[in-house]
């Protein structure tokens, strides 16, 4: 049998080459995927044809600068660091309503959040997008939660306007692609710009995240923040001599701080929530928090008034105040979205329910009478050019005297539905839902001289 020639014989054919393994992986948590299982939100705001490269996080949030920044904002919106620091104000936005936002979940009646990450906030025309009817904008604080990752970040600063600030976080993996963990601690520290203000803030961060299978997420978080701080009741407004108009902020006193250095706020904050994620399929997503929150703050100040040129003198008689302000709430959310195409249209079908129940005790109490007259006379007449800063130390005893004490209960209900259309591949998108709102309130006054009965009311209000 004659052989071809260039053929090669099959008995010395080339052996072949082994290569050391190639191993390939990706990571997702730079490219925004969740593999814990707790990013749904996330992909619902970057989900086609319903939002596209104009709707990213990463433009409407800042959170190297967050705290910075709204320390000073809140500076400039609240009339005293005493109130903003004891979380007095209840008003974020001014304008239209402009609902405040929890890992997406609507909060209402828990007026902070802890463990904030990032915020992000839309306004305008992409708010239809999300499917929410806010004209004021959305405003949604996203908190940190475990990451797939192991990262461990210990992070420190300082500036020349008096503010030091140490931070310690770690995240990682438990068990692998099953249980992954995050804890965080953080020590913040601010000083003036006013006489003897300062600010001490401690925080704690702990969380647990369980991906029972590929469409079902757990997260279970605790989150704790404890704030001392000794602050200024703000600039004094003044008058010309008694009983003529109100002039305004004396300024020459803009860093007076007619609190003293003994006056101080005690603020202890913590939440702990329950989170449950789930996609079983493209089409369909489940949402559902439960969470605890309470607070606890106990202030003393002065009474704040007048500053009469004329005398050089405080208006009337000033006195020490002791405040305590405990307050409760329990929240649980639901939230559905399903995906569907209907009539030439791609929909997506919102459903939501919230319910809240809070409780708000606050009690104010000053001197008796004889230990307010025992004071020095300038303390109880106070010229800001030679302060008195006297003041007895608090026990209810020698506080006796019940300005305030009552009790508030409120029961907060909502149910949504809205459906979003987009037609020609997310070229228009139109909104259209319902709400339903119902809240109720239970108010009563316990002190002996009570000026009116336990009061209760409700009203519930449907809007389109």
């Not at 052989?3 to 290569?19: H, I, M, N």
């Not at 009337?316 to 649980?332: D, F, I």
């Not at 303390?379 to 005297?401: G, V």
Request: no cysteine.
């Amino acid at each position: 049998m004659a052989q071809a020639v260039g053929e090669p014989s099959p008995t010395t054919a080339d052996p072949a080459v082994r290569l050391p393994a190639l191993e390939v992986r990706e990571n997702d948590d730079e490219s925004g995927f969740d593999r814990t299982g707790m990013g749904t939100f996330e992909e619902q705001m970057r989900d086609a044809p319903f939002s596209n490269d104009l709707v990213d996080t990463d433009d409407f949030s800042n959170d190297a600068d967050e705290p910075e920044n709204d320390a000073e904002l809140a500076a400039i919106a609240e009339p005293s660091a005493a109130e903003r620091i004891a979380g007095e104000s209840r008003l974020n936005l001014r304008g239209f309503p402009t609902p405040n936002l929890r890992d997406g979940f609507i909060q209402i009646g828990i007026p902070e959040t802890l463990n904030t990450s990032q915020t992000i906030v839309i306004q305008g025309a992409l708010v239809p997008v999300l499917g929410r009817a806010a004209p004021g904008g959305i405003r949604n604080a996203m908190t940190a939660r475990p990451r797939a990752k192991t990262q461990t970040r210990l992070q420190t600063s300082a500036n020349d306007r008096h503010h030091q600030r140490l931070s310690y976080e770690h995240t990682g993996a438990l068990i692998d692609k099953k249980l992954w963990q995050r804890i965080a601690l953080s020590w913040d520290h601010r000083e003036g710009p006013e006489e003897f203000a300062r600010d001490d803030t401690k925080q704690l961060s702990a969380a647990l995240t369980w991906r029972r299978s590929r469409a079902v997420s757990l997260m279970l978080s605790l989150d704790y923040r404890e704030t001392k701080a000794h602050a200024s009741p703000g600039i004094p407004e003044y008058r010309e001599h008694v009983g003529a108009r109100i002039k305004g902020p004396y300024l020459p006193l803009a860093y007076f701080n007619a609190n003293g250095p003994d006056a101080a706020i005690l603020r202890r904050s913590t939440t702990a929530g329950l989170q449950f994620d789930t996609a079983p399929s493209a089409n369909f997503a489940l949402r559902a928090n439960l969470e605890a929150w309470q607070r606890a703050i106990d202030q003393d100040r002065f009474t704040s008034s007048q500053l009469n040129l004329d005398t050089g003198l405080f208006s009337g008689t000033r006195e020490p105040r002791h405040l305590a302000q405990p307050q409760e709430a329990v929240s649980a959310q639901v939230e559905g979205t399903l995906r569907f195409q209907k009539l030439g249209a791609l929909h997506k079908l919102l459903l939501s329910a919230n319910h809240t129940l809070g409780e708000y005790r606050r009690e104010e109490r000053a001197l008796s009478p004889a230990d307010r007259d025992a004071l020095p006379s300038g303390a109880r007449h106070f010229n800001p050019w030679q302060p008195d800063y006297s003041r007895p130390a608090y026990s209810p005893a020698r506080y006796s005297r019940i300005l305030i004490d009552r009790l508030e209960v409120g029961r907060y209900t909502s149910a949504e539905i809205s459906d979003r259309l987009a037609f020609q591949h997310g070229r228009w998108v139109l909104t259209a839902g319902f709400r339903f709102d119902q809240v109720s309130q239970a108010i009563t006054d316990f002190r002996p001289i009570a000026a009116r009965p336990p009061t209760r009311d409700r009203t519930s209000q449907l809007s389109h």
